[in-house]
């Protein structure tokens, strides 16, 4: 059976919102998420990241539980509200300094922090100034990029952009269902633009500060399958595969947006206009992270279909695109279980950018847990489902595919979006009551796991 490189990294992730509470303490002023998360009927039970894992202040705890584990990596994410309150202008140094705090408590203990600058919670001001559809706010996150990077570049091993902008423009300007929570159809292509030019200005100011650690991107890929291989079908997995992958990975990685994705959508003009921010979008990057949780089966709408759930409906082109039940098994998200599915999409990257490092930065699932008399968590779906995925792992290295690493999402249950509380994807359980972790049974496999493939 292959074996992992020796130098294989074995992580898990996290991002700010999700897990740190302290929403207003040294300094930390709103993000766009504190305020989707009070806005009624946006988010689960009315919940909202104020505590959440307490990670702010338990964050030596977790790094703990991390180091007991046997992980090499912790991929956190660094709120832009704690470091640059307002977006842009003055520098909160009380939230550097926490930062700093978690990066070198985990290298005290052998880990290696990568840091993710942007997942999701936008300055508030920023977003009230036209947020991702404003090109200044692209501007405003390289410098606060470069600000992270002076300030921390000596403890972080690795630096992420970008969380999944297609989340951020997507789900947030045209399905309305991620802050800000913007139905503006296909007007969020013009969002996904300036996440990536923001993104591009943002290495280009790292590399000009110095510094030797990797840079890079996080997508969450789709991998795409027709329902069948009639024209419509594959049609549909056309649009499917260019708006949830291509309009991303083109430019990154070809300096070109792809221009039936732009047809589709009738944004060709607007981007054509644009063309010159195609070259620092395309600057070049030490790896990218794939964020992989289940494969699409698409198909094109016939009567009776309705648009596909996982597009949310005002997205552009959700309207010609169903996905199809294919009877797998599915996670509390309603997501499929297709483990060669990850394969797909590395080798999709791959074949784009033949050797540039890839990482899975997430991969998890969601369960309802069950807290036996003993106190611990029996979460076998979530041992299977992670098993089978780090078994796709090794067989995307055994086809010489460049997996350098794999994070798993996540280490603690957290405040999952628009679904609150009410989504546990942990292989350490929270109890939000008294903010205690227990590992599940799903995190002493990894731990095994990682100890018996590290050799
Ligand atoms: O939904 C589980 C995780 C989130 O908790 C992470 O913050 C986020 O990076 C992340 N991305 C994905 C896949 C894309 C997706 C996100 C949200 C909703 C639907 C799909 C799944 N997840």
Redesign the pocket.
């Known amino acids: 059976m292959t074996t992992f490189p020796a130098d294989f990294v074995w992580g898990t992730a996290t ?1 700010s919102y ?1 897990i740190e509470g302290a929403v207003a303490e040294d300094g930390r002023r709103p993000s766009t998420w504190d305020t989707f998360a009070r806005t009624p009927g946006k988010v689960w039970n009315g919940d909202t990241g104020d505590v959440a894992c307490d990670h702010y202040h338990r964050f030596a705890e977790d790094v703990a539980i991390m180091a007991d584990l046997g992980v090499d990596a912790y991929r956190f994410s660094v709120a832009w509200p704690r470091v640059v309150p307002e977006g842009t202008g003055a520098v909160n140094q009380a939230g550097l300094d926490f930062y700093r705090r978690v990066a070198e408590t985990c290298l005290e203990h052998g880990v290696q922090p990568y840091v993710t600058l942007y ?1 999701w919670d936008l300055p508030q001001p920023l977003e009230d100034a036209g947020g991702w559809l404003s090109r200044s706010t692209a501007e405003a996150f390289a410098e606060y990029a470069r600000i992270t990077h002076e300030a921390l570049g000596d403890v972080i091993g690795s630096w992420i952009t970008l ?2 902008p297609w ?1 951020s423009a997507l ?1 947030g300007y045209a399905a309305g269902v991620h802050a800000p929570g913007q139905q503006l159809g296909t007007r969020s292509l013009e969002a996904a633009h300036h996440l990536l030019l923001g993104h591009g200005l943002a290495v280009q100011a790292m590399r000009a500060d110095g510094g030797e650690a990797p840079l890079g991107i996080t997508l ?1 890929l789709h991998a795409v399958r027709a329902a069948s291989d009639s024209e419509a079908d594959l049609e549909a997995a056309r649009r499917y595969d260019g708006l949830g992958n291509r309009l991303f990975l083109d430019p990154l990685l070809r300096g070109a947006y792809p221009e039936d994705v732009l047809a589709d959508t009738g944004t060709t003009e607007w981007f054509a206009e644009r063309s010159d921010d195609l070259a620092t979008i395309a600057e070049p990057i030490d790896f990218i992270g794939i ?1 992989y ?1 289940s494969a699409h089966t698409v198909a094109a709408p016939e009567d009776g279909r309705f648009s596909d759930p ?1 597009l949310p409906t005002p997205t552009p082109g959700s309207e010609r695109v169903v996905t199809v039940d294919t009877g797998a098994e599915k996670t509390q ?1 309603g997501w499929e279980i297709h483990p060669d599915g990850l394969v797909d999409v590395l080798a999709q990257v791959h074949a784009l950018a033949p050797g540039l490092p890839l990482y899975v930065t ?1 991969n ?1 699932s ?1 369960w309802p847990d069950e807290v036996g008399p003993d106190g611990r968590v029996e979460d076998e779906d979530r041992r299977r489902y992670l098993e089978a995925h780090l078994e796709a792992c090794r067989e995307a290295v055994a086809r010489g595919l460049p997996l350098k690493g794999y994070f798993c ?2 280490l603690l249950d ?1 405040f ?2 628009a679904f609150g509380y009410d989504r546990r ?1 942990g292989i350490v359980r929270v109890d939000y009551e008294t903010q205690q972790r227990t590992v599940k049974r799903s995190g002493e496999f990894y731990r095994d796991f990682v100890a018996r493939e590290r050799g």
């Open positions: 991002a999700q997942h969380n999944e989340c789900l969450n964020n949780y996982s998200m997430e998890g969601a999402w996540s957290n999952e979006w994807f």
